[in-house]
């Protein structure tokens, strides 16, 4: 009798063991697929702006929804202070360059971006700013020059890597041109539809877009552009859906650097929340998509605003700009979607590119 209780007992306790196994026991959390990246950059954008944006705002800020945050710290090879084409060219190939430089490391040599990665590897790719499409923002991840003032180089660029979607200023740079090239009719060859209005944007059907849509810069949102950056973000990322594989998107709001420069305040709120506009586009996609990484940040911080008065109550600031420049403060990295707990902490920019391999599984972050 006691042998026959004991093995009960013993395949009662195995049977047990079976059924938590099989019913308790915790898998690996799964992760949802990263088929896209957006990596939008604000230029110049530093704490500074996005705090006294999130005070002059009546509403709360699209960007306060991301709940992953990181800073990058932004000196290029030969300079503490960065410049545009330098902090381009980190995020967008992991390699640190002189200022001035766009799409090479400090030796002079071509580097890929992940943009032309994720078009060697069947995704669809974009570039959206307010600023020139040739400017060294946008052209650090299609361009390969010395010197990020050579635009009509850098135009001739875009007819060497199959970018599906690019919008943004800087028609003039193809189209009137001191070696007297008509680099449009080459964009036509090569399967574009150009356009160069915004209205003939958003209507376009074509899944090859050139929308160069000012001479040079679009003007600024107080000066008539309206809501042109989230439009063409929306538009943007229509596009470039379509493609199953995924897709790689960059967006720059490219004139709250300008309007650090130019210690302009008011220009200054008006930009950084028409940024955030084109943010809280980008984000409605992402939460709805449910496969899409996005990666809000500055290239480097300009004017080292401050903010030394205001009123929560009032949506009031005012602010002092100690420089008209760029300064060596770190930038915030704000993600959201799935991969985005990868941004958190404190890193270099380069930092970001590795980063952004790694989401898509093309590499390891070294």
């Not at 003939?200 to 074509?206: D, E, G, H």
């Not at 897709?247 to 008011?266: S, V």
Request: charged content about 20%; aromatic content about 6%; some cysteine.
């Amino acid at each position: 009798m006691k042998k026959t209780s004991t093995l009960l007992l013993s395949v009662i306790l195995i049977a047990s063991l079976i059924s938590w196994s099989l019913t308790e026991k915790p898998g690996p959390k799964e992760i949802p697929e990263i088929r896209n990246i957006v990596l939008m950059i604000g230029d110049g954008m530093g704490l500074g702006a996005v705090s006294s944006a999130i005070t002059v705002s009546h509403h709360p800020l699209n960007i306060e929804r991301c709940n992953i945050i990181g800073l990058q710290k932004t000196f290029s090879s030969d300079h503490y202070i960065t410049d545009s084409g330098a902090a381009g060219t980190a995020l967008a190939t992991g390699n640190k360059t002189n200022n001035g430089a766009i799409g090479v490391d400090s030796q002079g040599k071509s580097v890929k971006s992940i943009l032309e990665i994720a078009k060697e590897n069947g995704l669809a790719t974009g570039l959206v700013t307010t600023s020139a499409i040739t400017d060294a923002t946008p052209a650090s991840f299609i361009a390969h020059e010395s010197s990020r003032n050579s635009y009509e180089d850098i135009a001739k660029d875009f007819l060497k890597t199959d970018v599906d979607v690019f919008i943004g200023g800087g028609y003039d740079h193809f189209a009137f041109r001191t070696d007297k090239l008509y680099l449009i009719d080459s964009l036509k060859v090569r399967g574009y539809k150009v356009e160069t209005t915004m209205n003939a944007v958003l209507k376009s059907t074509s899944l090859k877009l050139a929308g160069l849509i000012a001479p040079v810069n679009s003007p600024s949102r107080l000066n008539g552009r309206g809501d042109m950056l989230p439009a063409s973000s929306r538009k943007a990322i229509e596009i470039l859906n379509k493609n199953p594989k995924g897709f790689f998107l960059m967006i720059e709001g490219g004139e709250i650097d300008l309007a650090a420069h130019a210690k302009d305040e008011t220009a200054l709120m008006e930009e950084t929340l028409d940024f955030d506009d084109a943010v809280g586009e980008v984000l409605n996609f992402a939460q709805n998509d449910g496969h899409t990484l996005v990666v809000i940040t500055a290239d480097h911080e300009t004017g080292g605003v401050a903010i030394i008065g205001g009123s929560i109550k009032a949506h009031k600031v005012l602010l002092n700009f100690p420089t008209n420049s760029h300064t060596a403060v770190m930038v915030p990295v704000f993600a959201y979607g799935p991969g985005a707990e990868k941004f958190s902490g404190i890193y270099d920019n380069t930092a970001l590119f590795q980063k952004f391999l790694a989401s898509y599984g093309f590499g390891e972050i070294k």
